[in-house]
C-alpha cells in the first residue's frame, strides 16, 4: 500500500544584508514500494526586508552641495531677506502717478520692458560677469565690472537703492554665511558694491554656480517690482500671481541672453522706465525710496 510522506524545510537566505529571503520548500515523498519512490519538492518564496535603512538621500535626486546651495539661494533672494527692496519700487510709483501704469496687463508690460530691455537685463550681465572674475579670482576684471555697475545706473534714486541693497546683502551674507576670500574679493571692488555685484560675489564665494543664482536673482527682482505695482495700482495677490507666471518666459530667456553676454552686450532702450526713476525724485507725495 502507497505511503505518502510531506516533510516541510524552512531556508533563510540574506542578500547583501539589504533583502532577506525565506523559501519554504515542501518535500512530499510518495513510496508506491520499496524500489520506487516519487519525490516532489514545492519551494515558495517569501520576501522580507531588514531593518536596516536605505541612503538617506538615495531618491532625492540632490547631494549635500546641491541642497546646501538651493537652500542659501532661496534665503538670501527671499522678500524676507532684509535688504530693504519692500521700500523702492525702481521708478513704478511714477509710473502709476502717470497713468503709464493703470492695471495688471499694463504692469505686465511695462516689467516685461524693463526685465529684458532695461535694468534688468544689464543687473544679469553684471551679476554673470562679476561672479566669473570671482571665480577666477581676477581681481582687475573685477573692480572694473564693479565700476562700471556702479556708474551704470540712471538716476540718483535708483544709485541709493541699488548701493544701500548690495550694502546691506554683504553685511548680512558675511554675518550669517562667512566664507573664506569674500573679504578679499569685495575689497578688489575699490568702492560702492551693488545689489546685482554684491550677489555675484556672495555665490561666487559659496562656489554657487551662475546659472541658479542668476535665475533666483531675476525672480526676485521682478517679484519685488510686482509687490511694488501691486500696493501702488493696487492689484490683488491673485493678479499679482499671474503677472509673475506670465513673466516665467521672460526671465529664462533673459537669464539666457545674459549668461551669454559680455560687457559690450550693456545697453537699455526703456527711456521712459529711466525717466520714471529720475521723475520720481520731485514726486509730490511717495510712498516708495525710488
Known sequence: MPRTITATIITTITIITVITI???ITITITTTNIATTIITTTITPMLMTTSEPAAADA??????????????????????????AFSYSSGI??????????????????????????????????????????????????????????????SRERQLETSTQGRAFLDIARSAWPSDGLDRMISACGGPVVYPIAVGLVSA???????????????????????????????????????LASLE???????????EASLDDLGSATFRADLASLR????????FRS
Open 22 to 24: 525565506t523559501t519554504v
Open 59 to 84: 531618491g532625492s535626486g540632490m547631494n549635500a552641495d546641491e541642497a546646501a546651495a538651493l537652500y542659501r539661494l532661496m534665503t538670501w533672494l527671499s522678500p524676507s531677506f532684509p535688504v530693504g
Open 93 to 154: 510709483e511714477w509710473a502709476v502717478e502717470a497713468g503709464d501704469v493703470t492695471d495688471a496687463a499694463s504692469l505686465r508690460d511695462w516689467l516685461a520692458a524693463m526685465l529684458g530691455e532695461g535694468s534688468g537685463f544689464c543687473d544679469a550681465v553684471f551679476l554673470a560677469q562679476a561672479h566669473r572674475a570671482a571665480t577666477e579670482r581676477d581681481e582687475a576684471a573685477l573692480r572694473e565690472i564693479a565700476e562700471l555697475a556702479a556708474a551704470f545706473v540712471p
Open 205 to 243: 564665494a559659496h562656489a554657487i554656480p551662475v546659472a541658479p543664482t542668476m535665475h533666483a536673482f531675476l525672480h526676485a527682482l521682478v517679484s519685488n517690482w510686482i509687490s511694488a505695482g501691486a500696493r501702488l495700482v493696487p492689484l490683488g495677490q491673485t493678479d499679482s500671481q499671474r503677472i
Open 249 to 259: 518666459a521672460e526671465v529664462v530667456a533673459t537669464a539666457k541672453r545674459a549668461l
Open 280 to 287: 520720481h525724485e520731485t514726486q509730490y507725495t511717495r510712498l
